[in-house]
């Protein structure tokens, strides 16, 4: 059975940092493309980040280039949002998925809140 499972989600202060983890179980993690996507309160997804199996290849979303790195551990099945200068329209429920694109599973998500 395939699980993700996002942790480290919480309240940062704008220009703070904050680092997102997802444990992934029950497939290949070392082979599939992993991404990151968020949905705001009122708003649809919004992708964020790509990462290709070997960890050396990244790509992101406008909104975040600059200031988040997407990141993984194959030996830890484990992969990473590092959240730099998170403003406050960074608020939103932040999830993890295997796959490139939208991903075929989801985990149920972590929320961060950016306020001062």
């Known amino acids: 059975e395939v699980q993700l499972e996002e942790s480290g989600g919480g309240m940062v202060h704008p220009g703070g940092s904050l680092r997102l983890s997802c444990a992934a179980s029950?497939?290949?993690?070392?082979?599939?493309?992993m991404t990151w996507v968020r949905q705001a309160p009122g708003k649809g997804p919004g992708w964020l980040s790509v990462?290709?199996?070997?960890?050396?290849?990244?790509y992101y979303a406008d909104s975040v280039k600059g200031r988040f790195t997407i990141a993984r551990d194959n030996a830890k099945n484990t992969l990473y949002l590092q959240m730099n200068s998170p403003k406050p329209e960074d608020t939103a429920l932040y999830y993890c998925a295997r796959g490139g694109y939208w991903g075929d599973y989801w985990g149920q998500g972590t929320q961060v809140t950016v306020s001062s």
């Open positions: 990462i290709n199996p070997g960890g050396f290849s990244t």
């Open positions: 029950g497939f290949p993690f070392s082979t599939y493309y």
